[in-house]
């Protein structure tokens, strides 16, 4: 009996880990994705999820959106070379909570979040974002620029000191070089 119960035990610890990691963020992987992925990897990743190729009706994309089973936007992943049969990948921007960093930072976040857990020296602004790098990930996560307090038009350069702490994250994107 107790062998019975050790074994079931360490099943679910095991499914439970590789259902985690499903959905985890690193410096060379998103979920399943990684730069070798092709158009064929990525639809089957997600062929219980609804995956729209942009632009629509051609044998190439530039651009696959993933959305879940309720609708909710998980994640657009951009080919390397658009025309290109293997399609590998290039970037992925996520905008699902679900996925994580190992250090737990997701888009559900904010931005003291991610100042406590990464380390960055740059940001850059944009019309629209503040984009902070952060190079242990590979990535870029994006701000609002609303949530900073900033107008639209200021394009002058932005300090850690001038995001607060509460600023919500648009997104997170993972290069693959």
């Known amino acids: 009996?107790?062998?019975?119960?050790l074994l079931l035990?360490?099943?679910?610890?095991?499914?439970q880990c590789g259902k985690e990691k499903e959905f985890v963020i690193s410096k060379d992987q998103v979920g399943p994705i990684t730069k070798t992925s092709s158009k064929e990897d990525i639809l089957s990743f997600f062929k219980n999820?609804?995956?729209?190729?942009?632009p629509p009706d051609r044998d190439?994309?530039?651009?696959?959106?993933?959305?879940d089973d309720e609708g909710k936007h998980l994640l657009s992943?951009?080919?390397r070379i658009p025309k290109d049969s293997l399609n590998y990948i290039?970037?992925?921007?996520?905008?699902?909570?679900?996925?994580?960093?190992?250090?737990g930072i997701s888009v559900a976040s904010n931005y003291g979040d991610v100042a406590s857990n990464y380390s960055f020296t740059k940001i850059d602004p944009t019309f629209t974002s503040a984009?902070?790098?952060?190079?242990e990930i590979?990535?870029?996560?994006?701000?609002?620029?609303?949530?900073l307090g900033l107008s639209e038009d200021n394009l002058d350069p932005i300090s850690k000191d001038q995001i607060p702490d509460l600023a919500s994250i648009k997104y997170i994107s993972i290069w693959f070089e």
């Open 60 to 67: 190439f994309a530039n651009e696959f959106v993933i959305y």
């Open 131 to 135: 984009i902070i790098y952060v190079d």
């Open 9 to 15: 035990l360490m099943t679910v610890v095991l499914w």
């Open 138 to 147: 590979n990535g870029s996560i994006v701000l609002e620029k609303s949530d």
């Open 90 to 103: 290039e970037r992925v921007q996520i905008y699902s909570p679900k996925f994580k960093t190992e250090k």
């Open 77 to 79: 992943v951009y080919p």
């Open 1 to 5: 009996m107790t062998r019975k119960l």
């Open 49 to 54: 999820d609804s995956i729209v190729m942009l």
